[in-house]
């Protein structure tokens, strides 16, 4: 064995491996959204999951985004073959409760998925304390650029969308998002 | 609450782990020690992983089967509304099913080389398996860690996304990505062969490079079919009428598949004259660590391809493990360089071994511009932040100089003798194939092809058949006129005879029908497209399709939207094309799936843009390409040179050698046979 030969051979894996771990860090598939900063694309859903008291509201109630102005609106796309979805469910329930009494909206939207397996699921998963709208044949998701499921978008109270976050969102980004678009509408 | 299925998977695979480790200690025990007790245990864990990653693997299709949505792969891919088929089928779909699928592969390789080789002496087989069971332990481990595929998911979902609709829109998924593992996979056994011969001290002797030999003669015949199996998949679903796009990931199935193929002729430099022989450990080892290096591309998220799956972590696991591979195979080879300094010298530039020399600098230079194009955007990302895109235009001007000097090294190097040939030889050998050249090149012109390239490989590829089929048929003449023997008889002995080498021939002829269908094919396309109301028509080639119809149908687990259109011949209808759009559940973007009319010298191939949801009209693209038929044909000729010559050969039975004796005064030599 050469082993001053070998060892400049295993040196030589070093540069490789350098740009590989560079190129981990950058995800290839992270497209900047054309829509933040733009006005949020208008809809009028129907409640088919209601929420719990007080962010309650009535099934088959129709939620507007053009109702919500002056509001932070969460609209989060979600559904129940969706396991990453999972992941962020008891985070976004607990920070929607934790807004409650705030000019926070969340809304939940179903994502080619039946409200029966909707209900059903959210029923598994320890309930959910803001409603959820059916959005059938994803219009709205389509409207919206969905990428997949879950995805959930920041509106602020001019009725902009701020920000758009893909995959499970984080308690703690989701509630750094809403503060500070809470602090730039009530500054004048 | 665990099932049968997420019971038995998972614990079939923790239980793999022990045992895989205990192979891999018992190794080194044996040869140390001289144990041949430790031997038996080492060989006992290759088939224990076998049995193992065969009980998790049927664990899962069980699991998808059933719908068992409380294993996590289950309820990422699996649907109640998937036909059945898809379902068997998505076992390879997503990233876990993928890499436990390559595991079960990779064991099946494992045992299959112990089974056959185990009475070999010395112990080049007791470390070769060995170093299988090194790189089953690193798939283990993600099989355990982040690629486990079976987390149970509680509360069980009613219902999962099914499987991505590309992968659920065309039989070849059932052929093209197994292919590939099998191929992929299998360039392990040649790799573990290498290790094996360095850390015995038989690096020196060609034992190895014969065994390695034929594995990489089966695995390239997996990965070309596969290839070929790829490209056709991609024609007939995604609807661009095209077949290779340089995706980085077709690249990644490429790289491993140029070096094979160089290594497939390099190792008979080897076995013959005793050249080459750092060269071909290089060759083998650069193989295996570009098929973990596509693997790695497609798996850890690191480049946006077609072909990439979603990750987490698992790019960091295949990081650590080709940076494993990448110094172990560095420190193999540079470190026994020394010893294995040639023993043959080149007699010649006009002899064999010189064409192949040539044919190894091409095929390397060619798996270098593609590796150097593939991953040109990481390294620009990595150190400049920018985001660059190597395209089409890159390779295409880079390859086809390459391409065509390929081809005519393939007319050359059957013509000429090992060693040295004398100039008579040369004249007789070289100059009869230049009337094929001529021929074909003329039949480019004739068809119309401007493009010199395109006129450039028609013409080599007329030379080189030539030369091929010269090769065929005056072995056969002299037989029959040896043995008195029917034209039949006499080609089926030649090539009975010697199966490597006519074997070898044969997918020579393969590769020609497949560059005469991409040279035809990529300069002499046509397309059109229309907005066609019923019973309007449109022009493609000479032909005139007429709209007949546009439907709509409800599937379980689609929409499908599609035309039917009538190919007519004046006003005689000569035929039906209906392609379709597909509507899935879970997708917002339609999958098309167009529909293809083959003959022997074009596809007319149409496809479903668009079109009024009332049905009022459908605007249709329609392609006319010539020779694409020959690419699948030509791969399938490929594989069947690469069946004749690598199936293996019951030992010490030979066929009375006949050589064909064209040539005084030297014999053209023959290869001899090895036994697998």
């Known amino acids: 064995m050469n082993w001053r030969r070998a060892g400049i051979a295993a040196a030589l894996v070093i540069p490789v491996v350098f740009v590989f771990s560079r190129g981990m860090k950058i995800d290839p598939r992270e497209i900047p959204s054309p829509l933040p900063g733009n006005p949020a694309p208008p809809f009028a859903l129907a409640v088919f999951a209601p929420g719990q008291p007080p962010l309650e509201r009535p099934i088959g109630d129709t939620v507007r985004l053009a109702d919500l102005r002056g509001r932070v609106v969460v609209l989060n796309f979600w559904a129940s073959w969706c396991l990453a979805c999972r992941d962020e469910h008891v985070g976004l329930t607990d920070v929607a409760r934790g807004y409650a009494g705030k000019p926070v909206t969340f809304v939940g939207s179903l994502y080619q998925d039946t409200p029966g397996n909707g209900t059903q699921w959210i029923a598994e998963m320890g309930g959910q304390s803001y409603p959820s709208v059916n959005d059938p044949k994803a219009r709205t998701a389509i409207d919206y650029g969905l990428y997949g499921v879950p995805e959930t978008f920041f509106i602020t109270a001019e009725g902009k969308i701020a920000r758009k976050i893909t995959g499970p969102a984080p308690p703690q980004v989701i509630r750094q998002i809403i503060d500070s678009l809470l602090t730039t509408t009530s500054s004048p | ?676």
């Open chain 2, 1 to 676: 609450m665990q099932s049968v299925n997420g019971l038995v998977g998972h614990g079939a695979l923790l239980l793999a782990l022990p045992f895989i480790a205990l192979g891999i200690i018992a190794v080194p025990v044996a040869v140390n020690r001289g144990r041949r007790d430790w031997l038996e245990i080492g060989y006992g864990a290759v088939y224990a992983n076998f049995a193992l990653m065969s009980a998790a693997a049927l664990a899962m299709i069980s699991a998808l089967v059933t719908h068992d949505f409380s294993v996590s792969y289950v309820a990422q891919v699996g649907s109640r509304e998937t036909p059945l088929f898809y379902t068997i089928i998505s076992l390879w779909g997503a990233l876990e099913g993928s890499i436990l699928f390559w595991a079960w592969v990779l064991s099946f390789y494992g045992m299959t080389v112990v089974a056959l080789n185990k009475s070999r002496a010395g112990n080049l087989v007791p470390y070769a398996a060995m170093t299988l069971l090194c790189i089953s332990l690193f798939f283990s481990i993600l099989l355990v860690g982040p690629a486990n595929p079976f987390h149970v998911v509680s509360p069980v979902p009613q219902n999962g996304p099914g499987p991505n609709p590309l992968l659920q829109n065309h039989i070849l998924m059932a052929v093209h990505p197994p292919l590939l593992y099998l191929g992929y996979v299998g360039m392990s056994v040649p790799f573990a062969f290498a290790v094996g011969a360095v850390l015995s001290g038989e690096a020196e002797n060609n034992d190895w490079i014969k065994v390695s030999r034929t594995w990489t003669m089966a695995s390239w015949g997996f990965l070309s079919a596969a290839i070929i199996a790829g490209m056709w998949w991609s024609y007939e679903v995604l609807g661009w009428g095209g077949y290779w796009a340089w995706d980085p990931v077709e690249n990644a199935s490429f790289l491993p598949w140029l070096t094979a193929t160089a290594f497939l002729h390099s190792a008979m430099v080897q076995e013959r004259r005793g050249m080459l022989r750092v060269w071909n450990l290089n060759l083998v080892v650069g193989t295996f660590v570009l098929t973990i290096l596509g693997t790695f591309l497609t798996r850890s998220g690191i480049i946006s391809s077609v072909h990439a799956f979603t990750t987490g972590t698992i790019g960091y696991y295949f990081l650590a493990f080709i940076t494993i591979v990448l110094v172990t195979g560095g420190v193999i080879v540079a470190g026994s360089s020394d010893k294995l300094r040639s023993k043959g010298k080149l007699d010649s530039a006009a002899s064999r071994e010189t064409v192949f020399l040539l044919n190894n600098l091409f095929l390397t230079a060619f798996m270098l511009t593609v590796l150097v194009g593939t991953l040109f955007p990481l390294v620009a990302e990595a150190m400049r932040g920018v985001k660059v895109s190597v395209g089409g235009p890159f390779f295409n001007r880079m390859s086809l100089p390459i391409i065509a000097a390929l081809l005519f090294l393939m007319g050359v190097g059957p013509a000429l003798p090992w060693k040295v040939a004398s100039k008579a030889e040369l004249r007789s050998k070289l100059i009869p194939p230049t009337a094929g050249a001529l021929v074909l090149a003329a039949a480019a012109l004739i068809a119309g092809i401007h493009d010199p390239y395109g006129i450039l490989v028609f013409a080599f590829v007329g030379y080189a058949a030539t030369a091929n089929f010269r090769e065929f048929s005056i072995g056969a003449a002299v037989r029959r006129r040896a043995h008195g023997e029917s034209w039949p008889t006499a080609f089926l002995r030649l090539v009975e005879g010697n199966r490597r080498r006519y074997g070898g021939y044969i997918a020579h002829f393969g590769v020609f029908f497949v560059a005469l269908g991409i040279a035809m094919s990529s300069t002499l396309r046509t397309e059109r497209e229309a907005t066609l109301q019923r019973g309007m028509t449109m022009q493609i080639a000479g032909r005139t399709l007429r709209l007949q119809d546009i439907w709509g149908r409800e599937e379980p687990q689609r929409q499908v939207v599609g035309a039917t259109l009538e190919i007519m011949n004046g006003n005689r209808v000569t035929g039906t094309l209906e392609p379709r759009m597909n509507f899935y559940r879970t997708q917002q973007e339609p999958v098309p799936t167009p529909d293809v009319r083959s003959g022997v010298l074009g596809d007319l191939y149409l496809n479903l843009m668009a079109f009024r949801p009332d049905g009022s009209n459908a605007t249709i693209r329609a392609i006319y390409q010539p020779l694409v038929p020959w690419i699948w044909f030509g791969g399938g000729v490929v594989v069947f040179g690469a069946i004749v010559a690598g199936w293996p050969t019951a030992r010490r039975r030979r066929v009375p050698a006949v050589v064909p004796v064209p040539a005084p005064p030297k014999p053209p030599a023959r290869e001899p046979e090895y036994a697998a």
